[in-house]
T-cell receptor
């Protein structure tokens, strides 16, 4: 299975600022995903990122708040913009490996003060 | 709409005891079902999956799950718990038959006592 790394592993940010999270995969993958895991909650899909096309956002998530880049088949970034305390969560990226399996990175733990 | 219900947010067992984590789903299409485990401060690790074929699926670390269509269930079991099994477990269903759009349950925290 793919090995996925994320940077930073954790951060504490002030409200109103932005943070860019990086996701690096050790092999080329077509589909990457970004999830949010709020404290004590399950995972919620933010968006799907395919190389060479705009990210597809799920209901309740917008590009202005969570811009995503996917410059190549091994890398993606998620930016959390104009942060508020409600954005405090773990953000995880995942990749799809045939057949049907998603593999997850270790997550980025974000605290907004 | 597809959904996943995990009965019991916390399950406690003794080391060596049977582990049973419950998952029920609703899906308008034949479901693809997954169990993931999350150890503290780590990402999710795929335990096992059901797509088609044999309804009893075996995964890593001695876990297995049985797809029961009549009961819309996909419960996770392990015959003998080990201390290292203590973690959070998530059941997920795919909204399509490509495994891309996953809906997760709220998770069950498994505690194992000696």
């Amino acid at each position: 299975s793919a090995v996925i790394s994320q940077k930073p592993s954790r951060d504490i940010c002030q409200r109103g600022t932005s943070l860019t999270i990086q996701c690096q995969v050790d092999s080329q993958v077509t589909m990457m995903f970004w999830y949010r895991q709020q404290p004590g909650q399950s995972l919620t899909l933010i968006a799907t990122a395919n190389q060479g096309s705009e990210a597809t956002y799920e209901s309740g998530f917008v590009i202005d708040k969570f811009p995503i880049s996917r410059p190549n088949l091994t890398f993606s970034t998620l930016t959390v913009s104009n942060m508020s305390p409600e954005d405090s969560s773990i953000y995880l990226c995942s990749v799809l490996e045939p057949p049907y399996e998603q593999y997850f990175g270790p997550g980025t733990r974000l605290t907004v003060t | 709409a597809q959904s996943v219900t995990q009965l019991g947010s916390h399950v406690s067992v003794s080391e060596g005891a049977l582990v049973l984590l419950r998952c029920n789903y609703s899906s308008s299409v034949p479901p693809y079902l997954f169990w993931y485990v999350q150890y503290p401060n780590q990402g999710l690790q795929l335990l096992l999956k059901y797509t088609t074929g044999a309804t009893l699926v075996k995964g890593i670390n001695g876990f297995e799950a049985e797809f029961k269509k009549s009961e819309t269930s996909f419960h996770l079991t392990k015959p003998s718990a080990h201390m290292s099994d203590a973690a959070e477990y998530f059941c997920a269903v795919s909204l399509n038959q490509a495994g891309t759009a996953l809906i997760f349950g709220k998770g069950t925290t498994l505690s194992v006592s000696s």
